[in-house]
């Protein structure tokens, strides 16, 4: 899959050398290129022209000099994308061909030096096939990432869960299905229909043998994972199940509901029994998860309250955080000194578990945050936003380990790390799901693709 649609070329007369010698270099490396005048039929009208060409691109360049920023074209073309990077339709790479002072609208993004020609191409180059951002070679956190290819679910995707040894990756879906694959290669396992209503949530034991889901029915339900039977069914809500969780050692899950209320279910031999209620929330629970260590759930509401449930101690529970909008999802670091919440708003926030105070705020979705995965193996934060795209992050210094990942057309409502850490899946309303090949720079090692099942 080839994440480059279509490359928009801004620059001004007096760069025009370079800029013919770029859009030539990149049209000989297979990409689409849109370049003035060159890219303008005779017909067209230039202002028309060019805001076309700004919204069909999926990467934007920018040659930077003092004879660019006082061109009122080149202001123009970067005004318009800017405003289709909020949008997440745009991907805008500054390059700069001449030191010259950097305007405000530009200052927040990583220019990539391009003095010398040869040693800018390199690396944008590297960028472009790796869908990286400007100033990797200087991150705290090389990664390199590709795609993988994708599958059709057949239905708008809510929840996305591999199992504990990678070998099988489901999806609950809104017109009540759970559909599988085996991984590596991809081949579809027999579906499970699951409910008539959306299964809003799903998860796989930590022994591998059992998948819940919970559905908009108010039902918890527990599936053989080996061969779909249904196992147990179980009321505790009285509104739809939005999240279920297993604990680390499989004994209990928790549930959220649109109920205000959590429950707190014992599992034994493929059945739930439900041991308390917990209480506290005073909007829909939207998500929770246990800790690493299994003492500790983190739920987060519509009440816009990050909630702690020590459920075995006197303390049954206390709120870490309050924030401005409601809490969509939550998720703990793998050493579980860190909960991650997404909100209504687009921000994402670290919590402090030890400290109970907000270690900072990520901001680069504009809009609902619905999805949060720590990885288990590094310090990296997958999240996935109605604003289409999925961005990764290093914790707990929060910054962008590269530019967001946009080959969803619908909205990012789900997404998981394989167990080893080295494949992102996620997945939209778009009823597809992508998949995510990453790997450190320094890491060479090459791995099989996913061989089957690709769109």
Known sequence: MN???????????????????????????????????????????????????????????????????????????????IVLERLGETTIIPLLVEKCEMPALLGVYQYIPFHTYEEGWKLLLRILHTGARPGLEMAVFPIHV??????????????????????????????????????????????????RETVRSLTFSPDGRLLASGSADNELRLWSATDGRLLDSATGHSDMVTVVAFSPDGARLVTGSKDNRLCLWEVRKGTAHLLRTLEGHSGSVYAAAFAPNGALIASG???KTVRLWAIDADEVSFVLGKITGTILCVAFSRDGTIVGTGSWGGSIRLWDVMQ??????????????????????????????????????????GEQAFSALRAHTGWVRSLDFSPDGRLLATGGTDGTIHLWRIRAVLDTREESPVASGRN
Not at 3 to 13: A, E, M, N, P, W
Not at 71 to 77: A, C, F, G, I, R
Not at 379 to 384: D, K, M, P, R
């Open 3 to 81: 994440l480059v649609k279509q490359i928009f070329i801004s620059y001004t007369g007096k760069d025009r050398e370079i800029a013919q010698r770029l859009a030539n270099d990149l049209q000989r490396e297979g990409f689409r290129v849109w370049i003035a005048p060159d890219t303008i039929h005779a017909s067209e009208i230039w202002p028309e022209a060019i805001e076309k060409g700004v919204r069909e691109s999926s990467h934007f360049i920018v040659l930077l000099s003092p004879a660019a920023m006082d061109s009122p074209w080149v202001n123009l073309e970067t005004s318009a994308a």
């Open 146 to 195: 590709r795609s993988e290819g994708s599958f059709q679910a057949g239905s708008a995707v809510f929840n996305l869960a591999f199992s504990p040894d990678g070998s099988v990756l489901a999806a609950g879906t809104q017109d009540g299905t759970i559909v599988r694959w085996s991984m590596p290669n991809g081949q579809p396992v027999e579906p499970i229909q699951a409910s």
């Open 301 to 303: 509401s519509s009440d």
């Open 356 to 397: 109970r105070q907000s270690k900072g705020i990520l901001e680069g979705h504009n809009d609902r945050v619905y999805a949060l995965a720590f990885s288990p193996q590094t310090e990296l934060l997958a999240s996935g936003s109605k604003d289409r795209s999925v961005r990764l992050w290093t914790y707990p210094a």
